[in-house]
């Protein structure tokens, strides 16, 4: 059998990102003073924002990654830009930002007009779902320097957001997050764009060459189970917070899971989190990890096992929050408790007999 790669490297990836961080950060003095300065506290922070006299403006960049083979071996590429714009436009209203414009960059070896039609078609689509205009973007063929799966167009698609924050509101960067608030789970009903490379490494394991082919469960196969594209939470995230839900802290689970993101917004104040009731991962998602003998304390830094994105509010506020994310399409549900022991503790699904701790210090 193939070797089992184990993803990516999540300490390595938080190595190099702290690199990239320290060089960019050390470019806040050029625009001290004037239009463009940053504001963020880093420690709470899933955008970069910054003040343009008087006006606070948001902005965050991602890309797809290696779900794009899935699309390669299904032939569907209409799915793909709400992975994308999900990933942006989510990553703004984690801090309390609304999501207005969005740019993308599609790298491609060599060029196919039906793959791109498809491509952009799904990004329009996803675009209505998000409430944003796609004010701009660039091709760029690079031949060789591009590989992928199969025969035709191979590529990667990463997109830039920028958002605004309502006169209403203030930036939600975890500086207000206190023992006893709730956490509000939002589902996913897949994989989002996270956790891929092993993934996929389990699924050639597993089944070989053409596991996209495998059948998985409700008909589906396996390419069409990983496939299921990401929800766009923004645009019911918003409702709630202009209703006046207090809401002081929200996570978009991606890569590094629950720890790593619910970690980021807890680690400022030093609180922890009892998480007894989160979804649990769907049946393909419980099946991938027993393919791949994958122990829960991965699975959870690995993949959002369910839980697309978590909201930190007052517990006065939970049951309104709950309903409102409902009333616009979304399941939530109460999921835990902020606590003061600088532990996340997540009860593992689906048997309920196992408690994961994970320190926030090192999430």
Not at 48 to 72: C, P, Q, R, V, W
Not at 216 to 237: F, K, M, N, Q
Request: hydrophobic share 45%; net charge negative; charged share 20%.
């Amino acid at each position: 059998m193939p070797e089992l790669r184990s993803g990516v490297d999540i300490e390595k990836n938080s190595r190099c990102s702290a690199i990239a961080h320290d060089w960019a950060r050390r470019t806040f003095a050029n625009r001290q003073g004037i239009a463009g300065a940053p504001l963020m506290n880093t420690t709470g922070s899933f955008s970069n924002y910054m003040d343009y006299d008087g006006a606070i403006i948001a902005m965050t960049s991602d890309g797809i990654g290696s779900k794009i083979e899935l699309a390669e071996r299904l032939g569907c590429y209409t799915t793909l830009g709400f992975d994308l714009m999900a990933m942006v436009t989510d990553d703004l209203v984690a801090n309390g930002f609304e999501p207005g414009n969005v740019s993308n960059i599609l790298d491609v070896d060599t060029l196919d007009a039906a793959i791109v039609d498809d491509l952009m078609r799904g990004l329009f689509e996803a675009a209505a779902a998000a409430v944003v205009a796609v004010t701009g973007g660039e091709i760029a063929e690079l031949g060789d320097r591009v590989r992928g799966w199969g025969p035709r167009m191979h590529f990667n698609w990463c997109a830039t957001a920028i958002g605004f924050m309502p006169r209403t509101r203030q930036p939600i960067e975890g500086g207000l997050v206190r023992p006893g608030q709730h956490l509000v789970a939002i589902e996913s009903p897949g994989f989002r764009s996270n956790g891929f490379s092993l993934l996929r490494s389990i699924m050639a394991r597993s089944f070989g060459p053409q596991w996209h082919e495998v059948a998985c469960d409700g008909g589906r196969t396996w390419g069409e189970a990983l496939l299921t594209p990401s929800l766009i939470y923004a645009p019911a995230v918003c409702k709630v917070l202009d209703a006046g839900c207090r809401v002081t802290g929200i996570a978009h689970i991606t890569g590094g899971g629950i720890p790593d993101k619910l970690g980021r917004v807890l680690r400022r104040t030093g609180c922890g989190a009892r998480l007894p009731d989160l979804f649990e991962p769907l049946p393909f998602m419980y099946a991938a990890a027993r393919l791949g003998e994958i122990p829960p304390e991965t699975a959870y830094r690995q993949w959002n096992q369910g839980n697309g994105m978590l909201m930190l509010v007052e517990a006065d506020d939970a049951a309104a929050c709950i309903a409102l994310l409902g009333a616009n399409g979304l399941r939530a549900r109460d999921a835990g408790l902020v606590t003061d022991d600088a532990l996340i503790t997540i009860t593992a699904q689906p048997d309920r007999r196992e408690n994961l701790a994970f320190a926030v210090g090192q999430a």
